[in-house]
């Protein structure tokens, strides 16, 4: 059984960070490109970010490049999403979503391509 465990989420101050990090069980974490989207209330689910199975590739949505950082870590099954300078466009549930992929080097960047999803975790931008 595929689960994958979001965590870090919170309530922030504009300008502040966070770190969200996303464990996987029940699948070879190696294998799958990851991904994170983020759903804001009475808004369409927006991709956020992306990594290759690899690391080696990463892509952002314009709204946050620059301000988040996404990483992995195979030996731990493992993603992390530093956000930085956060603002209340940012406040949303975060998704961590996990996508098959072939190559080492693939990095998703649409819902449909992801075959797992987390529960989510809620930030709040906030003073």
């Known amino acids: 059984q595929v689960q994958l465990v979001e965590s870090g989420g919170g309530l922030v101050q504009p300008g502040g960070s966070l770190r969200l990090s996303c464990t996987a069980s029940g699948l070879t974490f190696s294998r799958y490109a990851m991904g994170w989207f983020r759903q804001a209330p009475g808004e369409e689910r927006e991709f956020v970010t992306s990594?290759?199975?690899?690391?080696?590739?990463?892509d952002y949505a314009d709204s946050v490049k620059g301000r988040f950082t996404f990483s992995r870590d195979n030996a731990k099954s493992t993603v992390y999403l530093q956000m930085n300078s956060l603002q209340r466009e940012d406040t949303a549930v975060y998704y961590c979503a996990a996508g098959t992929a072939t190559y080492q080097f693939t990095a998703f960047y649409a819902a449909r391509d992801y075959d797992h999803w987390g529960q989510g975790t809620q930030v709040t931008v906030s003073s």
């Open positions: 990594i290759s199975r690899d690391g080696s590739v990463i």
